[in-house]
């Protein structure tokens, strides 16, 4: 929500106007701090600006509090720090941010203008839970509108990228846009040019968050989930890929979406053979599906079974860290140049499983079948990889294990998947019939399984216990309830915990 900002007096009490600003590490707050405290003393005030580091979250959110007023014979008396319901202006870097500073009183529907970047740059806490734990942006928005006389939101971080800048001017930009501040837009661009870094970059994101605050931003960025990349490939595998998608177009309307981004992922992930066997599969559960039940059946089928197909493993891995569109994107991140070289460290830790993994099938079950072999597997690899991607010897290493797709079908790991993937459709097709809604529920909990290494072992070990639960629920009519509630309680920890309880309550009751 963007909201026009015609030029306004003050609101500042007893004269001293009191801003505040939230930023964590590599935003660029303490720049903002500076352009802001230099532009107010260009145009005659006295200015006090302070920072209180904070350690709660990422790499500690910091509080800097900027005070001024017009200057006079009599020095003024500033405040250290923000006091609830006592700012005239509230800047904040991330959307969290934004519901940080509601929270802590800092906003008020009588007094503050809210200046906010609508982007997220995910807490350590939204990042650890296994499951789907970003807070929810909408709700924050909703507050801020409420708690806000005057609110601008914008995705001030993406309006930087583009011109090659920082978030820091953007907002500075807005800032002056807001016309809080009774300075002319030419001091605040003065005290960039002043400050002799990065300016003409700087400069162009100042005007495009200047625009964004007086004109408003059309937002066009989707949020959802997120789609595989489209095919591309050689004539005839284009052929192929076609035929794939006409048989998704010829299933019922309902399942196509999902059918075509589940195919997508697959056939990206190997190859278009893969995409035929991907649609055996699911066309097993528009079988027995109908259009009575809205085809919820299929729908969930078609998502999770190609997540199933789409695993994580080494080669996977490998792939989409030698990929150019993540490698141009890590740049662009960053902000570097054409002409600037990046370096790139890449964390590479499979466990002997994962190489084990990689053997041929038969190979693959002696080495496992052998502590031994096993314990050797564990010591060269178990201490983990940092591979310096920006060199040739690493990359190409990692680029060769992206390149053996053709040979990924016949490892111990794909054997391994491709049988645990039958006996799962299977429960939950056999589920069809007598409970159609813990069915669906059924196919729901592979998102249980995620990710390689550690991280796959814990959700392994998760849906193992949630599909084992299944056994006491059936028969009960709030079975695919009670299903649900178990696969959340399973997201909330990553040591079960909350897993292990929500199972002892359904013990109690059968």
């Not at 014979?73 to 609830?84: E, N, R, T």
């Not at 030419?186 to 700087?202: D, H, L, M, N, T």
């Not at 992930?269 to 059946?297: E, K, M, P, S, T």
């Not at 299977?426 to 069915?439: G, P």
Request: some cysteine.
């Amino acid at each position: 929500m963007n909201m026009q900002a015609p030029q306004q007096e003050s609101t500042a009490v007893n004269g001293i106007f009191k801003l505040a600003i939230l930023a964590v590490g590599g935003q660029g707050g303490g720049v903002l701090t500076a352009w802001i405290e230099s532009v107010a003393r260009a145009q005659g005030y006295d200015v006090q600006a302070t920072s209180v580091a904070g350690v709660s979250q990422r790499t500690g959110a910091t509080i800097y509090y900027i005070e001024m007023a017009p200057g006079s014979d009599q020095q003024p008396v500033f405040a250290l720090a923000p006091s609830g319901g006592d700012v005239d202006v509230m800047i904040a870097a991330e959307m969290m941010e934004v519901g940080r500073s509601i929270m802590r009183g800092f906003v008020t529907p009588d007094r503050t203008t809210l200046i906010g970047s609508t982007h997220r740059q995910l807490a350590v806490s939204e990042k650890t839970i296994p499951g789907d734990g970003i807070a929810d942006a909408a709700e924050v928005r909703a507050a801020a509108e409420i708690a806000a006389q005057r609110l601008i939101l914008a995705d001030m971080d993406q309006l930087a990228v583009a011109q090659g800048s920082v978030i820091s001017a953007s907002l500075f930009g807005a800032l002056a846009g807001a016309g809080v501040l009774p300075f002319p837009r030419v001091a605040f661009e003065e005290a960039i040019r002043a400050s002799g870094k990065g300016v003409e970059a700087s400069l162009r994101a100042f005007d495009a968050g200047y625009s964004a605050a007086q004109d408003g931003e059309e937002q066009t960025q989707k949020q959802g989930v997120p789609v595989a990349p489209e095919i591309i490939g050689p004539e005839d595998r284009m052929r192929q890929w076609d035929g794939l998608k006409a048989w998704v177009q010829a299933m019922p309307d309902p399942v196509q979406d999902m059918a075509l981004a589940g195919l997508r992922k697959v056939v990206d992930f190997q190859d278009a053979a893969y995409g035929n066997l991907y649609l055996d599969h699911l066309n097993r559960a528009i079988g027995v599906d109908g259009a009575d039940q809205g085809w919820a059946l299929s729908i969930a089928a078609a998502k999770y079974i190609a997540n199933a197909m789409a695993y994580d493993d080494i080669i996977k891995v490998a792939d989409l860290k030698t990929r150019a569109p993540r490698l141009d994107r890590i740049r662009r991140e960053m902000g570097a140049e054409d002409a600037q070289l990046v370096q790139l460290t890449e964390f590479f830790h499979p466990r002997a499983e994962e190489v084990a993994g990689l053997m041929p099938a038969a190979m693959g079950v002696k080495w496992e079948a052998s502590p031994r072999r096993m314990a050797l597997l564990a010591k060269l690899f178990g201490r983990g990889r940092r591979l310096r991607t920006d060199t040739l010897r690493a990359f190409l290493m990692l680029y060769v294990l992206g390149g053996l797709k053709g040979y990924r079908l016949r490892t111990r790991r794909h054997a391994v998947e491709a049988a645990h993937l039958e006996v799962w459709l299977a429960r939950c097709l056999a589920m069809r019939d007598q409970d159609y809604a813990l069915a669906v529920e059924l196919f729901k909990n592979r998102r249980l399984i995620k990710g390689y290494s550690d991280t796959h072992a814990r959700g392994l070990g998760k849906f193992d216990r949630v599909m084992e639960a299944a056994d006491l629920l059936t028969g009960r009519e709030d079975a695919a309830e009670w299903m649900a509630r178990l696969r959340e309680a399973a997201l909330q920890d990553p040591e079960g915990k909350a897993l292990s309880g929500a199972i002892e309550t359904v013990r109690s009751f059968v």
